[in-house]
Each structure stands twice: as structure tokens, then as C-alpha cells.
């Protein structure tokens, strides 16, 4: 299947040919059709699947026709990375079509994001604070947004900004088109979508399931261990750029100056940056100024750096969720990459559950200099009876990769099989 199939604004083909796409990813194929019939639409996918392209092409289509220099669109984003990924993406794939997008977040002046509206922009891409601060100001008007597009709805509710979200709807016309996509679907974010979407069709591709080009390896470590032996790791892997990531702020701090020492080009990513320090480090992790971005799992939303060669969990992740959308930052593009996890014994019963979401055991590798003692991540499900899991033989049939049912969200629209 080619982006032809879907009779794109040549403009569009443009700018599509220009972010290099060559063909359309599953979630692109599922969700771009209803979107482009002007349906609301529940968008489950992971990271790194392709999802902006998937609502932006649709969007930008709509926009090529009608009038211009009116904020016709909203795309709320719960960090400022992201919303800057996105504008970046928009600004790459509407290059042609004179169609233009600006970025609102907080940690940067009021002023200039007004000014940038106002000389007339279709698009806007905002964080939820700094865009009801704009309205509760009464700089920026949303009555003639055609479609509201709200992008990892889901950390949204993780950062608590639903009610915020519920704010910025009044500001917007009863009549638009409602396009919700997140990787997870927690209570809330059911209920909200119920709310906000109309008969929508519902996309779920493989959302929890990790990238099938990266290679999961496992190091058993003691706590003590682990930040000798991550030097020793990278030390002896062919790392190119690494992303690395721990469970708070102090460590990612802490542990990215511990690497400067040692000869590494590391940097930092945490909630405690300033805005300006925030982009230094992004930039230089994305022009290869720093090979090594330390982070935690909020500070890495919005991350898309292309080339990461290798994930590294140096803190093991609470959820299986999480652990699938750190390591599916590798792998990205039909590129092979590498997903490593430092684990020490209390992490047992995480591994066992990321294990059975992969269908297979994670690849155990030694370092040199360092042994795994009461490290057996199998000994604590052992002492409470539980089987420490075995390779899945494959299921014979042919639902064998048949796209899952949205069960846990279910708007009585049936989801069909995923396209081969």
C-alpha cells in the first residue's frame, strides 16, 4: 500500500515525500481513512508507530481546503517536547501547502505565541497550562476549530491535566471532528473519550506489544553493582546514541554526571530543567553534541530522535506499559536495535510480566568482572509458587496475528483484523 491510495493534495505528497515516508505504517493504514471521512476516532498505539503522520496528513488534507490565517485546529500534547515534535512534523509535512502551525507551552514568553497567532496561523499545537492561560486572557479564540486532536491522552491523566482539558472544550464549537490517541486506556481516559467522542472508529494496533526489531537483554545485578557495571556495558557495547533511563529526577541528574566523568557525552533530561536547559539538552542529544541522554519516563515524552541505537533501563519501569514505550525509541523505522535492563532481585515479578507480554524470555548476558550473586530473578516467584515463565510455541491457526478487540473500550463498533 502506497500514501497514493489516499488521494493526498499533491502539496501533501509533497511534503510527505520530503519527511521521507515511502509507505503508510499500520496505524497510519487503520486510522487515516475514517479520518479523512470526518469520523472522531480512539487511536491505541504505542511509541514510535507512525501516530503524527497518521493525524496530521488527514488534517492537513481538510485544511488545504477552506479559508486561511484562523486557528481551525488544536492539537493538545501533555509535554512541551512533544507539542515541539509535532509543530516540527507539521511545519516538515506542510511545507508545501503554506498551511501554517504554531507551538504554545509555558517556560517562554506569552508575548511571541500571541504575536505568531495573530499574523495568522491554521494549526495550533499546545500544552493544556500555558493555552488556558492564553484564553483566560482572552488573547487567542477557538470558536471556528474544525477538529480537536488530543495526543497520549493517557499522560495526560498521569500528569493531571483532564480537568484542564475539560476547560479548554467550552472555548471550542459543539461541532468538530475528535481525534484521541493514547497507549494505554486507564478508566479515565475512557470516560473522557466517551464524553468528548462521537461514534467513533477505534484503531488498536498491537498497543502494548514491544517493536519486534529490538533485542531485549537482561543483566542480573545487585543495586550496588549496577552503575559500575552500566559502565562496563557501555564500555564494551557498540553504543551510538543511547537513551537511558531511570525512576527520578536526582538520579537522572546524578547519573549523567557520573558518565561526563568518565569520558562519556552524557546530558540530562529531568522535570527540574529550566525550558532553555530542557532544549540544550534535547538539540544536543539530536544533532550528537551528547551520546548519552539520561531521563525519566516523563521528561522522555515527546523524545523522536531518530538512530538511537541502544535503551537502557537502568531502573527497572513499574509497568509492563512503560517498559514498552521506553524501549520502542530503538528500533524505530525498520532499524535494529538494542533494549537493555539492569535488574536486581526485588525486580523479579516486572521481569516475569514484561517477559510474558514479549512471549519470550529476555536474552540473559554476562559482563566481564561481574557475577549475578542473589541476583535468581526466578527465586522470589518460586518462594510464593508462582512458574517462572517458558518460551511460548507459536499458535497454530489462522488468528495467529489478528489485531486484538478493543474490550476494555468498547463504543460497539467492532474492530476489524489488522491488515497483512
Known amino acids: ?6 488521494q493526498f493534495h499533491p502539496h501533501i505528497i509533497a511534503g510527505i515525500e520530503a519527511c521521507g515516508y515511502t509507505s503508510p505504517t ?10 479523512l471521512a470526518g469520523r472522531d476516532i480512539l487511536g491505541l498505539a504505542q511509541t514510535g508507530t507512525g501516530k503524527t503522520a497518521a493525524f496530521v496528513l488527514p488534517l492537513l488534507q481538510r485544511l488545504q481546503a477552506g479559508p486561511r490565517k484562523k486557528v481551525r485546529a488544536l492539537i493538545v500534547a501533555p509535554t512541551r517536547e512533544l507539542a515541539e515534535q509535532i509543530h516540527e512534523n507539521i511545519s516538515t509535512m506542510a511545507g508545501h501547502t503554506r498551511l501554517r502551525s504554531v507551538v504554545v507551552y509555558g517556560g517562554v514568553g506569552k508575548p511571541g505565541q500571541i504575536k505568531k497567532i495573530r499574523e495568522g496561523a491554521e494549526i495550533i499545537v499546545a500544552c493544556p497550562g500555558r493555552l488556558l492561560d492564553h484564553l ?24 493531571g491535566f483532564l480537568p484542564d482539558i475539560r476547560r479548554i472544550m467550552k472555548h471550542l464549537p459543539n461541532q468538530r471532528q475528535n481525534l484521541v490517541f493514547s497507549a494505554t486506556m486507564p478508566t479515565e481516559i475512557r470516560h473522557l473519550a466517551e464524553e468528548i467522542l462521537n461514534n467513533p472508529a477505534v484503531v488498536q494496533i498491537n498497543h502494548t506489544q514491544a517493536v519486534t526489531t ?15 557495571m552500566l559502565k562496563s556495558i557501555m564500555a564494551q557495547e557498540e553504543t551510538t546514541t543511547t537513551l ?5 529526577k536526582h538520579k537522572a541528574k546524578s547519573l549523567a554526571l557520573h558518565l561526563e566523568k568518565s569520558g562519556h557525552s552524557a546530558t540530562s533530561l529531568q522535570g527540574n530543567l529550566s525550558q532553555q536547559k530542557r532544549q540544550q539538552a534535547l538539540d544536543g542529544f539530536k544533532n550528537g ?14 523524545i523522536d530522535v531518530s538512530g538511537i541505537s541502544h535503551v537502557i533501563n537502568y531502573d527497572v519501569p513499574d509497568t509492563v506499559e512503560a517498559y514498552t514505550h521506553r524501549t520502542g525509541r530503538t528500533g524505530r523505522a525498520t532499524r535494529t536495535g538494542e533494549a537493555l535492563t539492569l535488574a536486581s532481585r526485588e525486580d523479579g515479578s516486572m521481569i516475569q510480566s514484561i517477559e510474558r507480554t514479549l512471549g519470550k524470555k529476555m536474552i540473559r548476558r554476562n559482563v566481564t568482572g561481574f557475577v549475578a550473586e542473589a541476583c535468581d530473578l526466578e527465586e522470589p516467584l518460586k518462594a510464593r509458587g508462582e512458574r517462572p515463565i517458558r518460551k511460548k510455541s507459536a ?15 468498547d463504543f460497539g463498533i467492532p474492530v476489524p483484523a489488522q491488515r497483512r
Open 1 to 6: 500500500m502506497s500514501f497514493e491510495e489516499f
Open 26 to 35: 499500520p496505524i497510519q493504514r487503520e486510522a487515516m481513512p475514517p479520518i
Open 136 to 159: 483566560n486572557d482572552k488573547a487567542i479564540n477557538l470558536r471556528e476549530v474544525e477538529v480537536l486532536v488530543l495526543d497520549e491522552a493517557d499522560h495526560m491523566f498521569d500528569k
Open 214 to 228: 529490538i533485542s531485549h537483554v537482561l543483566f542480573q545485578v545487585t543495586k550496588e553493582n549496577k552503575t559500575a
Open 244 to 248: 537511558i533511563f531511570t525512576k527520578t
Open 289 to 302: 553534541t551528547f551520546k548519552v541522554l539520561v531521563a525519566t519516563d516523563i521528561a522522555a515524552r515527546g
Open 395 to 409: 499458535p497454530a491457526g489462522p488468528g495467529r496475528n489478528k489485531r486484538t478487540r478493543a474490550s476494555s473500550f
